[in-house]
């Protein structure tokens, strides 16, 4: 869900497009590492993250992905290095959904208000601008005749959605998403894919991380993952073939000698240019 760890003493005002722009600089990375005792989550990496830029991080299982999302998203402190935010830059964060409660008392109305929590606390009451923000996030992820239901009877697909508008109610300079559209119907993967592509037209920066190459060559930039850096760049440079072998191992096949078929291990399922998970899954 949206990150709700820091909530300011003073009102930051009605939504508006993101503070610093495109092109403007938001997060960088210098000489980053992360490690969970003795295993080595993250070598050192440096990396830059400007607004109005769509990035994916591209890896197998355990490639670190997560791991830096966790530090854009301030979850994680590096063991060794810096991680520079510029600015106080809004980040909202969308973790993948591990578990979660059916029983969940909430409706879908309540889970998206939350997105305003950081703005308001906890006990004051909504304003108009944040009723509006809801209503648009709602009605950009088509989840508007949702409001009424309770969170925990929503199919997959229409909690993965919810969550993402519940991210766009704060009005993110920064977005992170973790594995966005995995195992989703068709039309919550484009609705998500939409926003991604209306995000950093705003100006906003949007990292995301995916097993899915077609999505990944819908970004801007790619960053692909073996625990360090293997490549960074447009995606038909970052995910050459050769690259991909790298990164994944044994875990490709390639047909045709042009697409690049990456059986992921742990996911069960084979993603290449045309893969469209089960709805419902």
């Known amino acids: 869900m949206t990150n709700l760890d820091r ?17 403007a600089v938001m997060v960088a990375l210098t000489g980053a590492t992360v490690r969970y005792g003795s295993i080595l989550a993250l070598a050192p990496t440096d990396l830059t993250f400007v607004g109005g830029r769509s990035v994916a991080l591209v890896g197998s299982n355990g490639s670190g992905k997560s791991t830096l999302l966790g530090l854009l998203a301030r979850l994680l402190e590096p063991t060794r290095g810096v991680v520079r935010f510029e600015g106080r830059p809004r980040i909202s964060f969308v973790a993948q959904q591990h578990a979660f409660h059916r029983w969940m008392p909430m409706t879908v109305d309540e889970v998206l208000r939350m997105g305003r929590f950081r703005r308001l606390g906890l006990v004051r009451p909504l304003r108009r601008a944040d009723r509006d923000a809801v209503a648009t996030a709602a009605e950009r992820l088509e989840v508007t005749e949702l409001l009424g239901r ?3 009877q929503l199919s997959g697909g229409q909690r993965q959605r919810v969550l993402v508008a519940q991210a766009l109610v704060d009005v993110p300079d920064l977005l992170l998403l973790d594995e966005p559209i995995t195992g989703l119907d068709l039309a919550s993967q484009e609705a998500i894919l939409g926003v991604i592509a209306d995000e950093t037209a705003r100006g906003a920066s949007v990292v995301f991380s995916t097993h899915h190459l077609d999505e990944a060559h819908r970004a801007d930039r790619v960053v692909l993952l073996a625990g360090q850096v293997v490549a960074d760049g447009p995606p038909a440079e970052a995910l050459r073939p ?28 084979l993603h290449d240019d045309c893969d469209h998970p089960d709805p419902g899954r």
């Open 242 to 269: 050769e690259l991909l072998a790298a990164a994944f191992g044994g875990r490709l096949v390639r047909i045709d000698h042009e697409a690049v078929l990456v059986d992921e291990h742990g996911h069960g399922e």
């Open 7 to 23: 909530v300011p003493d003073a009102d930051p005002g009605p939504a508006s497009p993101g503070t610093a722009g495109p092109g």
């Open 150 to 152: 309770a969170f925990g």
